[in-house]
Antibody, heavy 116, light 112 residues
Framework: EVQLVESGGGLVQPGGSLRLSCAAS????????MRWFRQAPAKGLEWVAT????????YHADSVKGRFTISRDNAKRSLYLQMDSLRAEDTALYYC??????????WGQGILVTVS | DIVMTQSPLSLPVTPGEPASISCRSS???????????LHWYLQKPGQSPQLLIY???NRASGVPDRFSGSGSGTDFTLKISRVEPEDVGVYYC?????????FGQGTRLENK
């Protein structure tokens, strides 16, 4: 069974940092691109970042470029999102998701980040 | 950047009746490989989004056959042949042809 479990969220002051982790199991992690998405309270879905299988290609949304960095450790079957210079508008539920057939077919349960 | 526009934004439906959601993109989502990089999701209340349809018209694993996706280029449609009570939630279309990945605003389907 495919499982994605996010951790590392919480309350942080503006300007602070957090590192989100996503532990993957039930599939060959090193063979899949991965993505981070987020959803602000009572808002729609927003793409945050994408990383390819070996971590050599990374893409970030303009809203987080220069502040957030996606990375992965295939040996640990883990995906990360380093978030620096956090702002109030970064407050959201953050999801990691697996990429398959160009879509994101499995999503984690989400982890809440509150910047206040 | 590609902009995704869904309609309607709210859709009251009587269980057993059909439902249809439209998604339009500001640029063609047709890749040179012949696939449309357009996907549909349902986010049920309090849950993570779940993939319904990928690459325009392919049902994801475990998705009931009452859900179907169609369209090509810039115009896409998600159809539910007979709405069930458990289908309530917010439906999103998403394009992955080019970064930034973009979602539609979401369509809230609710029981009438």
């Amino acid at each position: 069974e495919v499982q994605l479990v996010e951790s590392g969220g919480g309350l942080v002051q503006p300007g602070g940092s957090l590192r989100l982790s996503c532990a993957a199991s039930g599939f060959s992690f090193s063979n899949h691109w991965m993505r981070w998405f987020r959803q602000a309270p009572a808002k729609g879905l927003e793409w945050v970042a994408t990383i390819n299988e070996d971590g050599g290609d990374k893409y970030h949304a303009d809203s987080v470029k220069g502040r957030f960095t996606i990375s992965r450790d295939n040996a640990k079957r883990s995906l990360y999102l380093q978030m620096d210079s956090l702002r109030a508008e970064d407050t959201a539920l953050y999801y990691c998701a697996r990429v398959a057939q160009e879509a994101s077919d499995y999503w984690g349960q989400g982890i809440l980040v509150t910047v206040s | 950047d590609i902009v995704m526009t869904q309609s309607p934004l709210s859709l009251p439906v009587t269980p057993g009746e059909p439902a249809s959601i439209s998604c339009r993109s500001s640029q063609s989502l047709l890749h040179s490989n012949g696939n449309n990089y357009l996907h549909w999701y349902l986010q049920k209340p309090g849950q993570s989004p779940q993939l319904l349809i990928y690459l325009g018209s392919n049902r994801a694993s475990g998705v009931p056959d009452r859900f179907s996706g169609s369209g090509s280029g810039t115009d896409f449609t998600l159809k539910i042949s007979r709405v069930e009570p458990e289908d309530v939630g917010v439906y999103y279309c998403m394009q992955t042809l080019q970064p930034p990945i973009a979602f539609g605003q979401g369509t809230r389907l609710e029981n009438k």
